[in-house]
């Protein structure tokens, strides 16, 4: 029952979820006798004799052998799974990582002249792709307010070919209203792609919201282990064919042996969520009652923004989240320095505890994040990744910063 959160009760689907992650892409034909996929480590497909090279060309099946770059069962195993478990999905492309998923989406969708609508929110790099190539294309972005909904609809334009969403934001985890946005998108024909990183279709079943396309960072909850890169774009039927042809062009393919470790890090993803949910929650919650802190951004939190459409639309909340710290810059430093359970590190989604000390307004536009100092709710961000570590150990960690703080 780890999906019992703030009174919100386990949807019927989570026990289908479960076995689906554990279950999806296990095809006695891609395992043999075996429980998992070998490793296919292969460029050339040899074919029987030259008719069967010839029908190879002809077919453009996802799942029959043709050539390395479009990939072997072990590939074909994780993206069968990752459609299973999005309702509504017609395939899975896989990338080297999850910017390479996002630009390959854009790419794919936009074209010279087009306008991008993106979450002001949105991950950095998305941002950055966005003011780079896609400005050099031609292609113009609008970031929009995530919680003000009434203006991201307003809006949408004649141009308006794609909208990047991502809820919750990164670094501030305010939870945008995603199925109204997507609503409106599609009465109006517009593309829409959300970054499902921090909830992947366990929590937020992306496409049954209204979603186009739902683009996961697989490195993070996929993976779990912080030992692989990996991205992934998950569509309906409508996008389907222009994703993978682009994909394609790009010559996008995703290691058998990052496919096969990638796979191996799925089959534990729910019991993983389900205890990255419990503990953060839990120092979530602790945090909120420290001297030392302002304000905790939580989805399941109240003092969230969005807390309201996450409970609406949400099955869970993952590990996850920041905190504003009562602190300059340099008593900040000194409470991340004296951690020694959380490593300071980029990503998240691995079993292990991470802090970052973080400037949301660096990556702000159309929105202002308050700087440290600022204003008299101002403090400084940092985001904590909420590991399988003993949660106790973890608060006594924290509490050690604490006192310790300058
Ligand atoms: C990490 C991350 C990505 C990018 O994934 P990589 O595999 O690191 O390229 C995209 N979106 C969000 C929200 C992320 O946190």
Known sequence: MAHEVDGKKTDQNAPNMATKITHGGRRPEWTGAVVNPPVWRASTHLYENVAAQKSGVKSDSDTKFFYGR??????????????DMEAGAHGTLLFPSG???????????????????????????????????????????RFYKPMDTQDVIAQMCGKTRVILLESPGSLTFE????????AAAKERGIATILDNSWATSYFFPAIEKGVDISMLAGTKYIV??????????????????KLRQTAREFGQI???????????????????LDQHEKSALKIA?????????????????????????????????????SFILD??????????DALSLFGIGYSWGGFESLALLTHPEKHRSATHWPKNGEAEQSGAVIRLHI??????DLIADLANAFKNMP
């Open 254 to 272: 995703f290691s058998p042996d990052d496919a096969y470790l990638a796979l191996r890090g799925l089959r534990t993803m729910a019991v993983r």
């Open 224 to 241: 779990g282990h912080s030992d692989v890169m990996m991205g992934s774009l998950t569509s309906t039927e409508k996008y389907w064919k």
């Open 70 to 83: 479009r990939g072997s069962p072990t590939q074909w195993a994780l993206s069968d799974a990752l459609t």
């Open 285 to 321: 919650t602790w945090l909120e009652q420290q001297s030392r802190v302002i304000k905790v951004l939580h989805p399941a939190l109240a003092s969230c923004p969005g807390h309201e459409i996450w409970q609406r639309d949400f099955k869970g909340s993952s590990g996850l989240f």
């Open 175 to 182: 939870v945008q209203d995603v199925p109204a946005i997507c």
């Open 327 to 336: 602190g300059n810059e340099e008593q900040a430093e000194a409470f991340v």
């Open 387 to 392: 590991g399988l570590e003993d949660i106790d």
């Open 99 to 141: 910017v390479a998923a996002i630009s390959c989406a854009l790419m794919a969708l936009l074209n010279p002249g087009d306008v991008l609508m993106m979450s002001d929110n949105a991950y950095d790099p998305s941002r950055a792709f966005a003011n780079g190539t896609l400005k050099r294309m031609g292609i113009e972005t």
